[in-house]
């Protein structure tokens, strides 16, 4: 079965220090995974996806992720936060059905705080 | 490039009421999702369109909710009767083609609805 985990609900962290936002994974089939951003009172935004090609993914803002299969992880970074950071981030995770078509998953989110 | 529209951007209503979204997605964008997200949680499928037909909606409450995409360009989702429950953020989103697992979604700005 297909299921996205984001491990931490909220996270909090100071300007200029880095940022860890982590995300497993399960899925039958190679999937595609992406990291959204979200804020407040605006669209979901795409950071970056992996495709299977490089395992370091890296998206807009400074921020990348690091695809691990044998963990099934794809943890999103970013070595030094800005305030502008302050955000709600979702982990994707799409992959093909069995009966054809394509199935999406959000995680449940991570809310990233950062102070001054 | 004009991203995807949404209005009304909020919608407040009384249980047993309808309402409708509408949404206008990038252009050239053959695949159209309607998501539900409600407070604290991540986006859900309701619905997804490939042009004009229907590719999924086996998340959508159909005794109360319908969608539907004329022409394969705008969608509009309604609800009839509304209940508490269906208050959410109402996110429609688009990609160039739905039938990859690398396809990226974009989405628009939502709809705000608090149900009374």
């Known amino acids: 079965a297909q299921s996205v985990t984001q491990l931490d609900s909220h996270v909090s962290v100071s300007e200029g220090t880095p940022v860890l936002l982590r995300c497993n994974y399960s899925s039958s089939y190679s999937p595609s995974l992406f990291w959204y951003v979200q804020h407040p009172n605006k669209g979901l935004q795409l950071l970056l996806k992996y495709t299977s090609a490089a395992t370091l993914v890296k998206g807009i803002n400074g921020f990348e992720a690091e695809f691990k299969k044998s963990e099934t992880s794809f943890h999103l970074t970013k070595p030094s936060a800005h305030m502008s950071d302050a955000a709600e981030y979702f982990c994707v995770v799409r992959e093909r059905r069995v009966t054809g078509g394509f199935k999406t998953i959000f995680g449940a989110g991570t809310r990233l705080f950062v102070k001054a | 490039e004009a991203g995807v529209a949404q209005s009304p951007r909020y919608k407040i209503i009384e249980k047993r009421q309808s309402v409708a979204f509408w949404c206008n997605p990038i252009s050239g964008h053959a695949t159209l999702y309607w998501y539900q997200q409600i407070l604290g949680q991540g986006p859900k499928l309701l619905i997804q369109f490939q042009n004009n037909g229907v590719v999924d909606d086996s998340q959508l409450p159909k005794d109360r909710f319908s969608a539907e995409r004329l022409k394969g360009v705008d969608s509009t989702l309604k609800i009839q009767p509304a209940k508490l429950e269906d208050s959410a953020v109402y996110l429609c989103?688009?990609?160039?083609?739905?039938?990859?697992?690398?396809?990226?979604?974009?989405f628009g700005p939502g709809t705000r609805l608090t149900v009374l």
């Open positions: 989103a688009s990609s160039l083609d739905g039938g990859l697992t690398t396809d990226t979604q974009y």
